[in-house]
């Protein structure tokens, strides 16, 4: 019999854990991109950045999401690290509303509600309109529904009654420090290994309202999961920048402080909130609402004391991070390696790892200029070394834009395996499309100093009225690059959209007038016809690449307008 109880919690933790991971996702992708706006832009200062956090948490009832959101948008480069501190504050404070989410469904039978939800759930799915909020009432049902199996389950093997675990756990001395800190430790690796604060304050608010586990052995527990719940955003930010690592760490700091403070006032502190919900630590009151209660109102003032404390010490967090954390020594290296996203890139929260994505197809671009401009430079360079080398650099730059293909279209494709919002997706696609084209623009570039390097070798040199027209296509193809750097990375103060159009049917104009006038030049013999082909095809790749800017162009309009 006892297997199969073991098998019964088991299952209901996981009920617990999927249904708390569908409620937050199904409450993002009804967030949509105003969640992304509120962190962006709502963390001015310190305290505006607490209460976003905060809010944000409360929105989505996950602070691990919020957590490696933050570190996310740290990483993309959207938030300064400060600006994060702030963020995962509030953040611990938000995500105090599950815990009291969880007493109340210890508090009260919510059995026979859940399979109305269910039914409403599973119409609102089958509805494409609403299907969000149909995820939300399953996440929330299923929660509640395990929440009742754990409290039945509890009732049933009769805990209270159970000679040896009563045993085991009056064996620990709660009036010992060493008791508590043991239970600290085992809170904080038992979340660590659950990757779910939530499911272990569960099993605590069962054992103690069974009579099995003292309160402060209870409440032990559920300091080790503040420090514990940090290790998500930890393990996700370890292929991430140096920033968002330290932002990370922040939020293991802040957690860590707030315990040892806590532990020099332990049993006082502990004392003042049962005072404060009318409950006698000392008794053997078993009441479950009081018990549950008890839990979530330490867990509540643990972590506003906590941010009431260290909010006014931030930039000495920040400080000290930033001391452990050293920057990566080698600039050269680091400039040729994904920047926002890597082998171990953040994908607890989907809807915004595409947001570092579009923060690496920036950079992409922008390497694709740089690129671009050292073919510029290519025309103009006469000695051999320095050609060589120069040549040798722009083949590098082609490796790497075939790699960064490949990269983020992986990342992307995994990305995309989550639920998504239809937006979402399409946005996706988008990117895929976006950086299929940079690459071709690459490659264009690629086969522009192909034929420059051809004609370095030969015995010919192209005409001063050649080199002319050269400089000019290529001011032309740089200006139509530097419209779909504007476009990518949206700024709109120096956005023309008209402006790419523009550039573009002046390449094609130009390369028409120049294609006439090529065939008439090597008709009256300005030059060979083997010049003037090498000449052409430089022309022509130009206006190549100016109908890849376009495709990349199109491609975030349509994104823009969707959005919009």
Same mark, same amino acid.
Request: aromatic letters at 10%; one cysteine or more; glycine letters at 6%.
């Given at each position: 019999?006892?297997?199969?109880?073991?098998?019964?919690?088991?299952?209901?933790?996981?009920?617990?854990?999927?249904g708390m991971k569908g409620?937050?996702?199904?409450?993002?992708?009804?967030?949509?991109?105003?969640?992304?706006?509120?962190?962006?832009?709502?963390?001015?200062?310190?305290?505006?950045?607490?209460?976003?956090?905060?809010?944000?948490?409360?929105?989505?009832?996950?602070?691990?999401a919020t957590t490696v959101?933050?570190?996310?948008?740290?990483?993309?480069?959207?938030?300064?690290?400060?600006?994060? @501190?702030? %963020? !995962?504050?509030?953040?611990? *404070? &938000? /995500?105090? $509303? +599950?815990?009291?989410?969880? =007493?109340?469904?210890?508090?009260?039978?919510?059995?026979?509600?859940?399979?109305?939800?269910?039914?409403?759930?599973?119409?609102?799915?089958?509805?494409?309109?609403?299907?969000?909020?149909?995820?939300?009432?399953?996440?929330?049902?299923?929660?509640?529904?395990?929440?009742?199996?754990?409290?039945?389950?509890?009732?049933?093997?009769d805990l209270g009654h159970?000679?040896?675990?009563?045993?085991?756990?009056?064996?620990?001395?709660?009036?010992?420090? @060493?008791? %508590? !800190?043991?239970?600290?430790? *085992? &809170? /904080?690796? $038992? +979340?660590?290994?659950?990757? =779910?604060?939530?499911?272990?304050?569960?099993?605590?608010?069962?054992?103690?309202?069974?009579?099995?586990?003292?309160?402060?052995?209870?409440?032990?527990?559920?300091?080790?999961?503040?420090?514990?719940?940090?290790?998500?955003?930890?393990?996700?930010?370890?292929?991430?920048?140096?920033?968002?690592?330290?932002?990370?760490?922040?939020?293991?700091?802040?957690?860590?402080?707030?315990?040892?403070?806590?532990?020099?006032?332990?049993?006082?502190?502990?004392?003042?909130?049962?005072?404060?919900?009318?409950?006698?630590?000392?008794?053997?009151?078993?009441?479950?609402?009081?018990?549950?209660?008890?839990?979530?109102?330490?867990?509540?003032?643990?972590?506003?004391?906590?941010?009431?404390?260290?909010?006014?010490?931030?930039?000495?967090?920040?400080?000290?991070?930033?001391?452990?954390?050293?920057?990566?020594?080698?600039?050269?290296?680091?400039?040729?390696?994904?920047?926002?996203?890597?082998?171990?890139?953040?994908?607890?929260?989907?809807?915004?790892?595409?947001?570092?994505?579009?923060?690496?197809?920036?950079?992409?671009?922008?390497?694709?200029?740089?690129?671009?401009?050292?073919?510029?430079?290519?025309?103009?360079?006469?000695?051999?070394?320095?050609?060589?080398?120069?040549?040798?650099?722009?083949?590098?730059?082609?490796?790497?834009?075939?790699?960064?293909?490949?990269?983020?279209?992986?990342?992307?494709?995994?990305?995309?395996?989550?639920?998504?919002?239809?937006?979402?997706?399409?946005?996706?696609?988008?990117?895929?499309?976006?950086?299929?084209?940079?690459?071709?623009?690459?490659?264009?570039?690629?086969?522009?100093?192909?034929?420059?390097?051809?004609?370095?070798?030969?015995?010919?040199?192209?005409?001063?009225?050649?080199?002319?027209?050269?400089?000019?296509?290529?001011?032309?193809?740089?200006?139509?690059?530097?419209?779909?750097?504007?476009?990518?990375?949206?700024?709109?103060?120096?956005?023309?959209?008209?402006?790419?159009?523009?550039?573009?049917?002046?390449?094609?104009?130009?390369?028409?007038?120049?294609?006439?006038?090529?065939?008439?030049?090597?008709?009256?013999?300005?030059?060979?016809?083997?010049?003037?082909?090498?000449?052409?095809?430089?022309?022509?790749?130009?206006?190549?690449?100016?109908?890849?800017?376009?495709?990349?162009?199109?491609?975030?309009?349509?994104?823009?307008?969707?959005?919009?």
């Amino acid at each position: 019999m006892s297997i199969w109880i073991f098998f019964k919690i088991i299952g209901a933790l996981a009920l617990l854990i999927y249904g708390m991971k569908g409620m937050s996702e199904a409450l993002q992708k009804m967030a949509g991109s105003q969640l992304r706006h509120i962190l962006g832009t709502m963390t001015k200062n310190r305290f505006t950045g607490m209460l976003t956090g905060m809010f944000v948490t409360c929105s989505v009832q996950s602070s691990s999401a919020t957590t490696v959101m933050t570190v996310s948008f740290v990483n993309a480069g959207l938030l300064t690290l400060a600006q994060a @501190i702030s %963020i !995962i504050m509030g953040a611990n *404070i &938000g /995500t105090t $509303l +599950t815990a009291w989410i969880m =007493s109340l469904g210890f508090s009260f039978n919510f059995t026979d509600v859940v399979f109305p939800a269910f039914i409403v759930g599973i119409l609102l799915i089958y509805t494409r309109r609403h299907r969000y909020i149909g995820d939300f009432l399953f996440g929330i049902a299923f929660m509640f529904f395990s929440l009742a199996i754990l409290s039945d389950t509890g009732k049933e093997m009769d805990l209270g009654h159970n000679q040896a675990l009563l045993e085991f756990f009056s064996s620990f001395d709660t009036n010992s420090y @060493i008791t %508590i !800190i043991v239970f600290l430790l *085992i &809170g /904080t690796v $038992l +979340t660590c290994i659950l990757q =779910s604060s939530a499911a272990l304050m569960a099993i605590t608010m069962v054992l103690c309202s069974s009579g099995v586990l003292p309160i402060y052995l209870g409440i032990a527990l559920v300091m080790g999961e503040n420090i514990g719940t940090t290790a998500t955003a930890n393990l996700a930010a370890l292929g991430a920048n140096t920033q968002a690592r330290r932002a990370a760490l922040a939020h293991l700091v802040f957690n860590v402080f707030g315990v040892l403070w806590v532990l020099c006032v332990f049993y006082p502190f502990v004392d003042l909130v049962c005072n404060f919900v009318n409950y006698d630590p000392q008794s053997h009151d078993l009441n479950p609402i009081k018990l549950s209660v008890v839990l979530a109102a330490f867990h509540t003032s643990f972590n506003i004391c906590n941010t009431f404390i260290l909010i006014w010490f931030i930039p000495q967090i920040e400080k000290l991070v930033c001391w452990l954390i050293k920057p990566r020594t080698n600039d050269e290296e680091e400039e040729f390696r994904l920047r926002y996203i890597g082998g171990n890139s953040i994908m607890e929260t989907p809807e915004l790892s595409v947001l570092e994505a579009q923060k690496e197809i920036i950079l992409f671009a922008e390497r694709i200029q740089r690129m671009f401009g050292f073919v510029r430079e290519l025309l103009n360079t006469t000695n051999d070394t320095a050609f060589t080398k120069l040549f040798t650099r722009i083949e590098k730059y082609e490796g790497i834009s075939d790699n960064m293909e490949i990269e983020i279209a992986k990342y992307l494709d995994s990305v995309s395996d989550a639920h998504l919002s239809d937006e979402t997706k399409a946005r996706i696609r988008a990117m895929l499309r976006e950086i299929s084209e940079i690459e071709s623009i690459g490659d264009s570039c690629y086969n522009i100093a192909r034929n420059i390097s051809r004609k370095f070798k030969g015995k010919e040199d192209f005409t001063e009225s050649q080199y002319e027209h050269l400089h000019q296509m290529f001011e032309l193809t740089d200006d139509s690059l530097t419209q779909m750097n504007i476009m990518l990375s949206g700024r709109k103060d120096k956005l023309d959209v008209n402006r790419s159009f523009n550039i573009e049917n002046e390449i094609n104009n130009y390369r028409n007038q120049l294609k006439s006038q090529n065939i008439n030049d090597v008709n009256s013999h300005e030059y060979t016809y083997a010049i003037g082909t090498m000449y052409m095809d430089i022309i022509c790749e130009c206006e190549k690449l100016g109908d890849y800017v376009i495709n990349v162009v199109e491609a975030r309009m349509g994104t823009k307008q969707r959005e919009a």
